[in-house]
């Protein structure tokens, strides 16, 4: 038996729940945690002679196959690498039924740093992993995976949904992630301030990478104002120098006088330390799981802003990148038209939370649920 077929773990999944924070002062235990957030499927990919320590996450097939991406990051343990992937897939599944789309929850964790641990070999034995799982799960690019990294996942699967155009794929997701999120800004500036034109308002954006970089284009086109921050200092000054924007240091972006802050960067910034801070009427960005807690949703809510629940506002690209699996392939027009449904889909979840007496973040839940349910429901009766 190989190392990804010893650490799969078929669980029989099956109501959708939202994800429970883990008591800090509790001993974490794997088994617990699948078996609270009903995941189908965990894969442990180890190959130690090119420094592989991974996982897959499969949360729900329920869809369609699991599909995500890949995220490498130097994680301080292997617990708080498995709790990413476990948060992540689960929030795959939500975004996926959110978006209408017939695909399942999935995502993927490499443990290391991208700018030094990366290589070839590892990249190319995470993609023998990917296609033991022969379609279960399909593997898509995110934070520390380039397009090139995924042309050598697919030297070794075929079960590869992000590609550069020139080996067959749509190329970068990025600008459609960023087109996403400037719906449900539009949508949220409706709510705050009656119009959902974002001409004159000015957006600090929280991270410059691809989506955020994309984003800031785009703002900018809709004549909107930035102020920018992130780690990599030579992204800033960039957009400094070949925009004219305003730049701040990471710490202090909280605190800008902007109408809109945008997280395109980590999850769990929306927090108890970083909500009192905020000086914006409205939260809205690309970064997965934005919430550190799972009261930080009601907390920001309690401040008066306004704000985008993550897996709404972020899937443009996977909305994108499904488009390849539709019936009848690609089609650009179709794309465009499942894109702007996102500002609709952020104006239900308003209406959700004010019918239910609820949080936005969990109207977004019971928005997503509400399809999971019906087709669990067919699946049981028809076995």
């Not at 499927?41 to 996450?57: D, Q, T, Y």
């Not at 995110?142 to 080996?167: F, K, R």
């Not at 960067?265 to 929306?270: E, L, N, P, R, T």
């Not at 401040?303 to 993550?310: C, E």
Request: glycine residues 10%; proline residues 4%; charged residues 25%.
């Amino acid at each position: 038996m190989n190392s990804a077929q010893s650490g799969a773990t078929d669980l029989g999944a099956r109501e959708m729940v939202e994800p429970v924070a883990a008591s800090p002062t509790k001993k974490w235990d794997l088994f617990e945690e699948l078996a609270t957030t009903e995941h189908e499927k965990i894969v442990i990919c180890h190959e130690p002679s090119v420094g592989l320590r991974a996982v897959i996450c499969i949360h729900s097939t329920l869809l369609g196959p699991a599909n995500g991406g890949v995220r490498m990051y130097p994680y301080p343990s292997t617990e708080e690498a498995v709790r990413d992937g476990l948060r992540l897939s689960e929030a795959m599944t939500y975004k996926w039924s959110a978006a209408g789309e017939n695909r399942g929850g999935g995502k993927a964790v490499i443990i290391g740093d991208p700018a030094t641990a990366k290589s070839e070999a590892l990249l190319r034995a995470f993609g023998r992993f990917v296609d033991q799982l022969r379609g279960e799960y399909y593997v898509g690019e995110d934070v520390g995976i380039t397009l090139d990294d995924m042309q050598t996942i697919h030297l070794e699967t075929d079960y590869v949904a992000t590609l550069p155009v020139e080996a067959g794929g749509l190329g970068d997701i990025a600008p459609q992630t960023a087109s996403g999120v400037l719906y449900a800004m539009r949508a949220c500036a409706e709510r705050v301030w009656g119009t959902r034109d974002l001409a004159g308002r000015t957006v600090a954006l929280q991270g410059l990478g691809a989506c955020g970089s994309a984003a800031l284009g785009q703002l900018l086109e809709a004549g909107a104002k930035a102020v920018v921050t992130d780690l990599d200092q030579n992204r800033v000054e960039a957009a400094v120098r070949e925009l004219g924007v305003e730049a701040v240091e990471p710490a202090e972006i909280y605190e800008a006088p902007v109408d809109i802050f945008g997280p395109f960067a980590m999850g769990g910034v929306i927090n108890a330390d970083t909500i009192p801070r905020l000086r914006a009427k409205v939260v809205a960005g690309s970064a997965n799981n934005m919430f550190a807690e799972e009261g930080d949703a009601l907390a920001l809510e309690e401040r008066g802003i306004v704000y985008a629940p993550d897996f709404i506002a972020n899937a443009g690209g996977a909305i994108f990148d499904a488009e390849q699996f539709r019936k009848g392939g690609f089609n650009a027009d179709r794309v465009g038209k499942r894109l702007a449904l996102i500002e609709d889909r952020v104006k239900e979840v308003f209406e959700i939370a004010k019918r239910d007496g609820i949080t936005c973040q969990a109207a977004a839940h019971v928005l997503a649920e509400r399809r999971l349910s019906a087709l669990w429901q067919l699946r049981s009766k028809h076995g």
